[in-house]
């Protein structure tokens, strides 16, 4: 018998001032897939000057990661 193994998926989504169209984005980001046990998401913000980074935050995105 094999070991179940944990199948996890991270989206990534690279941003830079997005605050308008990531609303969009993540309403179709799927949370969960066949054959995949957890999906998280992750925004990568470039610097940007906009509420990029509060709305991410907002709409529940996993992790977020800034960068200057």
Known sequence: MRPKS???LI?????????ESLP???SELP??????????WLVVD?????DT???ARLLGVDHVVRLP
């Open 11 to 19: 989206i990534q989504i690279p941003c830079f001032n997005e605050a």
């Open 46 to 50: 470039d610097g940007s000057s906009d």
């Open 31 to 40: 949370r969960a897939v066949a054959g995949v046990d957890e999906i998280e």
């Open 53 to 55: 980074v509060a709305v």
């Open 24 to 26: 969009q984005t993540v």
């Open 6 to 8: 944990n199948v996890k």
